[in-house]
């Protein structure tokens, strides 16, 4: 079906133009995957490009959805997509999208006379995210996503017309220049391919014509990997032209290169990320530092990890740090490595602090960590389970509203291959309980039985601070109240955080219980557990407590008992 067109950049055209790039990113994605050889050939470029993507609809919907009456300012939807992406932003590629995507949103949400939301706006945006997104790399390299990126802008500079026609400019204009990218990069042409990020952008340029025009560009449109003079593989080959692809490649991807990509989100000022460049520059390689205002996204290839990490403490508050061994996959590698045999059964699981992390890891995990306010999007939960590295794997979302999030995610990896059972945990503390009674040597089935009994059988509740004037199940709470909430609903309003938790716990067990298990986080008031503890012991004989640390989990204390 073709799509609406639309006639100029508003925040409508922004919504559109994010959905359809994370579409046309998903067709493309394993193709890209195959072609990844630049800067390593870890074989994850599309689907680093989707996550971040990915991340910036999720932004985009979350602005249209606050509005009730109306709908969100062009300024309002670009800097959301800017922002989604740089907190989501994935490896090189991803990184340096971010980048762009900021670039265009600092043209497109520019305070002033003129209105950038017409062909000549579209044009100066384009060139914009290339020169930002040059910047953002420590040392460019042609023959890359940001040649690609570069020649886009320059077809969109010499174009006239509406947005429809400077967008279809620079498509062209970027397809042009990923087919030449083999003649500029040796590593492309050695292994027949063209540049995968580059491929991506075309992507991502190619869903901006269809949002302007309402007419898709033919898949691919003749920007196909090239392998030795052979038939081009697409997607539509199948597994085998991919794998194809990929044993080609790994056979012309030189040894050396540092071992570990660092990623990590930074809160600090723009004289300390100065002196970091300096610092991660002469540490590693494939430097990428992207943002503003206070918050970056910073990415490199290193042999010291930790000291990647620490020049990030010194700058300012390095967060949701990713450190990927490169060994672990096909990076730096000539194939040599025997692919890495599954495991039978694993358990993947979404945790809302740092605390927790090591406990669930400690229990045999592969986590995914959602920090307040950023839920992870599918394909995250999809990248955990493919890291998992199992034949069965069981999912537990531990939140009510990632259920369809994680449902989603179920069904790509089962498209995979990979048999997948899904937990409905609505909170931490249930899937504690489940991941207590798991045990891998048990038949799957028995196992995920055993696992959601245990789960069900967990009542949940959370201590927080209401934001703001709300109706509730308990009646009407005011920003700054304490609430009380069991099973997902408000119980209890009050204004001291422990009397309001013992009011909690004292509902709870009052219809019995054997374990209580508190979850405390960073803010929760120190001497909280102990009281809570003594409480117990007091009033309710035979029932055992533990306390864990959850870290900043966005809940000031979170509350099983089973």
């Known amino acids: 079906m073709a799509q609406v067109p639309q006639t100029f950049f508003d925040a409508l055209a922004v919504r559109t133009w994010c959905g359809l790039a994370l579409e046309s990113l998903g067709r493309a994605r394993e193709e890209i995957d195959a072609i990844n050889v630049y800067p390593v050939a870890d074989g994850d470029t599309g689907t680093n490009l989707y996550l971040t993507v990915e991340s910036a609809v999720a932004a985009v919907e979350a602005v249209f959805t606050a509005y009730d009456v109306g709908r969100p300012t062009l300024a309002d939807a670009a800097r959301a997509m800017a922002h989604g992406a740089l907190i989501g932003a994935r490896g090189n590629s991803g990184t340096i999208l971010a980048q ?34 040059r910047q953002a790399v420590a040392h460019p390299v042609e023959g890359t996503v940001l040649t690609v990126a570069s020649a886009a802008a320059d077809a969109a500079d010499g174009a006239e017309g509406d947005c429809g026609a400077v967008a279809r400019a620079a498509y062209e204009g970027a397809r042009a220049a990923l087919a030449a990218t083999p003649g500029q990069l040796a590593v492309l042409e050695r292994a027949g391919v063209v540049d995968a990020g580059g491929r991506g952008l075309v992507a991502v340029l190619g869903a901006l014509v269809e949002t302007f025009t309402g007419e898709a560009v033919p898949a691919a449109s003749g920007v ?34 540092p071992a570990f990509e660092v990623i990590y989100l930074l809160e600090a000022e723009d004289a300390a990320v100065a002196r970091l460049r300096e610092r991660l520059d002469g540490l590693g390689d494939s430097l990428v530092i992207v943002g503003g205002d206070g918050l970056w996204n910073v990415h490199v290839h290193v042999d010291d990890a930790g000291a990647a990490v620490e020049a990030g403490v010194e700058a300012g508050r390095p967060y949701r740090i990713r450190i990927t061994h490169f060994a672990d996959g096909d990076a730096h590698t000539t194939g040599e490595r025997s692919p890495r045999e599954r495991i039978q059964r694993a358990v993947v699981a979404v945790v809302p602090g ?70 409905p945990t609505r909170s931490a503390v249930q899937g504690i309980a489940a991941l207590a009674v798991h045990e891998p040597e048990r038949r799957f ?22 934001e703001r004037q709300s109706w509730t199940m308990a009646g009407i709470c005011q920003a700054g109240d304490v609430l009380g909430l069991i099973d997902g609903d408000v119980a209890v309003i009050g204004t001291d955080v422990t009397a309001t938790a013992e009011t909690v716990l004292d509902r709870m067990l009052s219809a019995g219980g054997e374990l209580v298990t508190l ?21 309710y004989l035979a029932v055992d407590t533990v306390v864990y640390r959850g870290g900043r989990q966005g809940a000031l204390l979170l509350i099983g008992v089973e």
């Not at 069981?394 to 995610?409: E, G, I, K, Q, W």
């Not at 089935?445 to 209401?466: L, Q």
Request: charged share 25%; proline share 3%; with cysteine.
């Open 100 to 133: 762009l995507l900021r670039g265009m949103a600092q043209v497109l949400a520019a305070d002033g006379e003129t209105a950038h939301t017409d062909g000549s706006g579209l044009s100066v945006a384009l060139r914009r995210a290339a020169d930002s997104a």
């Open 445 to 466: 089935d028995e196992d995920v039985v055993s696992m959601t009994s245990a789960a069900g059988a967990t009542r949940y509740a959370e201590v927080a601070v209401a």
């Open 354 to 423: 740092e605390g927790l992390v090591g406990l669930y890891g400690e229990a045999g995990a592969t986590t995914v960590l959602a920090r307040p306010g950023e839920p992870p999007a599918s394909g995250e939960l999809v990248e955990a389970v493919r890291r998992a590295h199992a034949r069965e794997v069981v999912l537990l979302p531990n939140d009510a509203d990632l259920r369809h999030t994680a449902a989603a995610a179920a069904e790509q990896a089962r498209v995979e291959g990979i048999r997948v059972a899904l937990i």
């Open 519 to 539: 979850v405390l986080g960073d803010e929760a008031p120190e001497t909280i557990a102990e009281h809570l503890e003594a409480r117990v012991r007091e009033s």
């Open 224 to 257: 196909h990997t090239r392998v030795r003079g052979a038939s081009a593989a697409t997607p539509a080959a199948g597994d085998g032209a991919l794998l194809a692809v990929v044993e080609e490649c790994a056979d012309v991807v030189e040894t050396g290169g």
